[in-house]
């Protein structure tokens, strides 16, 4: 359970110190005042990701030299940021990023999420990619293995004589980095499709089925590279591999880019957050936290009522909302209600 959140330079935040040892937390307030960006403060402490910035030196305070987040749980979490370096420490011990990520566990659901349906396919391989990497150490070493040998045989490939011997060299440790991954992905899709049958029932929505698309045969990779090798030579880059697939959603069999309503969507979303709090509590044995933004816009009562009962599950669920009124009573009279 988070107790208390510290934030310096962050965003619209000189100084913020907040007191949150409750159950279920909601920030009520009008739009741009900032409720969001606490959320996103305590993603960051938990990922070191930003769902709405690429480069967090964008959310240092404007005519600020760095950032800080504090977050005080089980243990003291802490980020530092300024122009030139990024700083993670767990009870004031600094840490490199792959030992730091994957402590303070958090799900986070935002309106941005919804990329995850209407974005690129650059989206939804972020979104495997993030959430493997703070449960296996492993896939996040070979991820970032992976994207050095990528881009190395990019380079490789932008060369007038290219040397055939040593394009192979890396195509086959390029290989052995993709077999990982992409098996790691394949059962991370299996294990929230499961998941996924029960919370789709809770929150009567439909059947939710999620499909890995891959562009490359997994029983014979190095073939499959083999019959890309010409077209590689042509366009300069990597055609194949886990940098460029992708999954689809389904709703009772329907791709739902493109039959969903908005409404749907966001539900949609939603269920899939919830399935991966129930992998991350089997995975790690232990309590998640779950982070709400804007959630209850565009539900309709029935599907409000049957989330409320999913998060009256959970050790401690954050909301932000824009006014009091859309929370149900049941879970109002539960909550520390604090007014940003």
Known sequence: MIKKIELSNFRLFDNICLDTNNSLVIFSGKNATGKTSILEA??????TKSHRERNLINVIKDNKDYL????????????IIDNENKNYFINNKKENIIDYVGNLDVILFSPDDLNLINGSKIDR??????????????YLRNLIKYKKILNERNELLKNKNIDLIYLDVLTNSLIDSLKLLY??????????????????????????????????DP????????????????????????HRDDFKIYLD??????????????????????????????IKNKDIILLLDDVFAELDKERITNLVKYIKRLKQVFITTTTILEVPDEILKEALVLRI
């Open 253 to 282: 069999k329907k791709d739902v880019f493109t039959y969903a309503s908005s409404g749907q969507k966001r539900i949609i979303v939603i269920a899939i957050k919830l399935a991966l709090i129930e992998y991350y509590k089997r």
């Open 125 to 138: 391989r972020r979104f495997l990619d993030l959430e493997l990497s703070l449960i296996n150490k492993d």
């Open 68 to 79: 800080s987040i504090k977050i005080k749980a089980n243990k003291e979490y802490k980020v």
């Open 183 to 216: 098996y790691s992905r394949i059962a991370l899709i299996d294990d929230i499709n499961n998941y996924l049958i029960d919370i789709s029932k809770l929150l009567n929505v439909g059947e939710i089925k999620l499909e890995y698309i891959k562009t490359y």
């Open 219 to 242: 029983n014979d990779i190095l073939n499959s590279f083999n019959l890309k090798k010409e077209k590689d030579i042509l366009t300069h880059f990597t055609n194949i591999g886990i």
């Open 42 to 47: 305590i993603s960051i402490a938990s990922t």
